[in-house]
């Protein structure tokens, strides 16, 4: 099992450890929940170093980006900002979804998933070809996602002299300290960094964290984190059998400039005038009881539809989820669990943000 | 390591039980259960007067990672369970055989009782696993 540059904390720190794609990472360090609740109310931090760094350079990184992803890079305008995105193949299903990083002119950086790293890879190299662009895999460098109202304040600390630099960063923007890159992203739905750095400096920025109150978090509070959020997850809530128009991710498309010719292009303004026959929802469960993934979803009484992520939201005491419904779905289904049926009711994502909840 | 009391039985689906000394049953799940579950926020009680075979399932535990049946170790009947388990499911994460005991059981045979598994033989399963 392959493991992070962080490995030897997590043991030490007593996590819980499971293999997540061929990955040995922190489950919880204790209770999951309470790690929940910590980046909600205060500081947690994640250690996402089993996710793919990938640099685009040259000068066709752009003209490479703009066929390769469903979003626009040249919505980045300005230098750090990053743009989410799904990549997708010719019949517009989600290879994967990803965050891009325009660093400066004709140099780019994409984080990709763990699980879906060689098929990405392979993808993006063959898209490559033709392309005056070169990809490089950044497995030297570690990174830790730290989130939660007073994240970036302990971040600063941590930081010292070189915080100035990345105090006044937006939100989505991204700044580049030496060998270090910190970028005001993040999978929970709260304020936070995501930072990027030398995998043999990552342990002791790790206990620096620590040492400023910021608690390790697990990936079980990950996954109720960016739940709560309505962030999808790939693997569950997409992949390659639907596409973003399915997937609650139009908002990530650009279909202008009308001249831009991206992978699945073609595909997707054909299902748009075929109609787009199903779509992702939020779900609340209005009795007590947890949904989970694939249960099965009933509309006016027969299932036309399944949850792909659900679980208990600590925020709000009750179980949520993301559930593919068809598209003329209306504000109230139920949910098959465990042989009986209960009502849910049909909710846009997110469920919870900044730590307020919005349903 | 988990704890696994000596004075208590268990069974291989991870209950451990009590011998009241009315001769009821008391249940619950036993340390181990509660680890590998983690983070418990709901639990499906059984109702009082509820009558169970050996091997049913009459209680749900649920966590954020998974739903659990929780199964009768004796033919009986249900007479009692511990509502407490309703508002603060996470007792049984806190306290499993204690404050996290789920319901309790009047055997219609005394004598299952000692048919389960004693705590050295628990242990033994759950170093097998």
Known sequence: MKHTPLHDQHVALGAKMVDFGGWDMPLAYGSQIEEHHQVRRDAGMFDVSHM?????????ARDYLRRLLANDVDRLAAPGKALYSCMLDEQGGVIDDLIVYHLDVDRYRM?????TTDKDLAWMRRQAEGFDVDLKVRDDLAMIAVQGPTARE???????GEAERVADLKPFFMAELGEMAVARTGYTGEDGYEIMLPAGAAAD???????????????????????????????????ETVTPLESGLAWTVAFEPADRDFIGRAALERQLAE???????????????????????LVNGAVAGEITSGSFSPTLGRAIALARVPADT?????????????RARVVKPPFVRHGKALI | ??????????????????????????????DHAQELL?????????????????????????????ASDVYAPVTGEVVAINTKLTDTPELINQDPYGEGWIFRVKPMDPEDYDELMDADAYQELISEE
């Open chain 1, 52 to 60: 793919t760094v990938v640099d685009i350079t040259g000068p066709q």
């Open chain 1, 111 to 115: 984080v990709i998933n763990a699980a």
């Open chain 1, 154 to 160: 302990r971040v600063h600390r941590v930081l010292g």
């Open chain 1, 205 to 239: 920025f790790w206990q620096r964290l620590l040492d400023a109150g910021v608690k390790p978090c697990g990936l079980g509070a990950r996954d109720t984190l960016r739940l709560e959020a309505g962030m999808n997850l790939y693997g569950a809530d997409m992949d």
């Open chain 1, 275 to 297: 109609g787009v026959g199903r779509k992702l929802v939020g779900l609340v469960l209005e009795d007590r009881g947890v949904l989970r993934n694939h249960q099965p979803v």
């Open chain 1, 330 to 342: 209306g504000d109230s289904v139920e949910v098959q669990m465990r042989g009986k049926t209960h």
């Open chain 2, 1 to 30: 390591m988990s704890n696994i009391p000596q004075e208590l039985r268990y069974t291989e689906t991870h209950e451990w039980i009590r011998l009241e000394e009315d001769g009821t049953l008391t249940v619950g799940i036993t």
């Open chain 2, 38 to 66: 983690g983070d418990i926020v709901f639990v499906e009680l059984p109702e009082e007067g509820e009558e169970c075979a050996a091997g049913d399932d009459v209680a749900v535990v649920e966590s954020v990672k998974a």
